[in-house]
């Protein structure tokens, strides 16, 4: 059975850390690790409380992580139904370990991400995204 990473991160314009006038470096690594989760074969889920606060609402763990620690909880990360990390990103290798996968020191290095904005790109506009 595939391994399912869940992860429910807090509001955000995108995922990817390539929107807005900054670009946030730790959502851009993230994203690629994921990218590469995902093509191992793990079922990636993930959330933006922006987006989908019924996704936050409708899981009891993450709602009750929610009511104790409020947004310092998030981003959650859950492998198969277990809360595995609260507050952070964490790395590929951690996420390869959760896993039950092997991350090379080649695998480590960023993949460039299919469609990393969070909307259609403008062409007129300074970033593309958002």
């Not at 947004?71 to 198969?80: E, S, Y």
């Not at 290095?109 to 469609?115: I, K, V």
Request: glycine fraction near 10%; charge should be negative; include cysteine.
């Amino acid at each position: 059975m595939p391994t399912t990473v869940q992860v429910f991160d807090p509001a955000l314009c995108c995922s990817t850390g390539v929107c807005g006038p900054s670009v946030d470096p730790q959502l851009v690594r993230f994203a690629a690790d994921l990218d590469w989760l995902a093509a191992q074969g793990v079922t990636v889920e993930r959330y933006n409380l922006a987006r989908q606060p019924a996704a936050f609402a409708a899981d009891a763990v993450v709602r009750g992580a929610l009511e104790t620690l409020g947004d310092g909880a998030l981003p959650l990360v859950k492998v198969d139904g277990a809360v595995r990390s609260t507050g952070l990103y964490p790395t590929r290798q951690t996420l390869a370990d959760w896993a039950g996968l092997v991350a090379s020191a080649r695998s480590r290095d960023a993949l460039p991400l299919a469609g990393a904005c969070c909307g259609p790109k403008d062409p007129g506009a300074a970033t593309g995204c958002c």
